[in-house]
């Protein structure tokens, strides 16, 4: 298993909500690290070399935020972008690992930006970290969304038939595999899993996985505690690899694509970016620097000044909240006004991902929101 699915699986939030019979709702999220950081492949250390790769990595830094691809491209952040050296934080080299030269992505000349990863010619990393809040307001004033640190986890299912053989990818076979499946999810800020085992009680059967077994697979991922589910069809044949992909998440909604192409990672990058194009545009929201809205929000089973603490720590950390303030408190609970650059409902959708409140009753649109805290 590698270091970031063990690091993962520590991160993974199980929620106290229970599912309905039919379809998992959203059981677990990660909060993510290193949304505001990134490598790139430089040829050299040079100056110019360097604010290529600054500008490379601020725009994987704005693609991972948005949950959009191509984001960095459009006209109303060119000026953030003119400013890229500015805003970054720090940045250090490293030599590039030679299993990694395809994976990490390659920091483009002024006059041909490559069109996927290729390996660089002295093999070299930068890694850079920017501003947060300088990012977030670049975002902001151009109306693009935020998409918060905690995210939805997501199960792989992924069914494949090579040669004659048959099997399901699991958290302990095809490290290969499993690379580029990690790193792509990196790259896209998605927590993603893969299952622990596969023909045993309660495990994942390659017919179910091949044959896109709606309700079985939901089942899986209740087990595995994930708010969505990746289900994959793999397939390789006269060259070819090709994958019918299916992503499960909220009700149980199905969201459906393919990819073909020469080389495994293409198609596996393909499901990866299909998962996070999919759930960023349920998720990120689009936060305002000139309008906000006031929520109030009483939050019970607070007994202790930690209770209050954790609360407030959690209230204040969540994406677009400006403030968090105490109105009343009675015993056993407290009431917050939140003033928040997002809506009530965002707000509400964010607090759902996490594992410290939980709401009382479902209707967000009430004068005052209603929570607990959670053990």
Known sequence: MSNYRAYLRGMVIALSALLSSATPGLLSAAEVEGLYEAEIQVAGQGKAEQGEAI?????????????????AALPALAPVFKRADQIAQQYRYRP???????????????????????????????????????????LRQAGLPVWG?????????????????????????????QTILD?????RG?????????????????????????????????????AAVLA????????????????????????????????????????????????????????SDTASTTVLMTVTNIATLDDYARAMNYL?????????GVVRVKAGSVTFRILTRGSDTGLAQTIALGSVLSAVGSDTAAPELKYILLP
């Open 55 to 71: 500008r490379a990595a601020l725009a994987e830094v704005m693609m991972k935020v948005t949950g959009r691809r191509g984001v």
């Open 96 to 138: 590039l690992p030679e299993d990694m030269a395809r994976i990490i992505p390659v920091a483009p000349s002024a006059a041909q930006p490559p069109a996927r990863p290729v390996a660089a010619a002295k093999g070299q990393v930068l890694w850079v970290s920017f501003d947060p809040a300088t990012v977030n307001q670049a």
């Open 149 to 177: 640190r905690v995210r939805p986890v997501t199960l792989i299912l992924l069914a494949m038939e090579e040669q004659d053989q048959r099997t399901v990818l699991l958290a302990d076979s095809r490290p290969e595999l």
């Open 183 to 187: 790193n792509r999810a990196r790259r």
């Open 190 to 226: 998605l927590p993603v899993m893969l299952p622990q085992d596969a023909e045993t009680e309660g495990g994942v059967r390659f017919a179910d996985v091949w044959n896109n077994a709606r309700e079985v697979l939901l089942k899986v991922a209740v087990r595995e505690q994930t």
């Open 232 to 287: 994959g069809r793999l397939s390789l044949r006269s060259g070819t690899w090709r994958v019918r992909w299916t992503l499960y998440q909220g009700g149980g909604e199905a969201v459906n694509w393919e990819s073909a192409a020469s080389v495994p990672q293409d198609v596996l990058e393909a499901g990866i970016d299909g998962a996070a194009d999919v759930l960023a545009k349920r998720f990120a929201q689009v936060l």
């Open 316 to 324: 204040q950390s969540l994406a677009g909240v400006m403030e968090a």
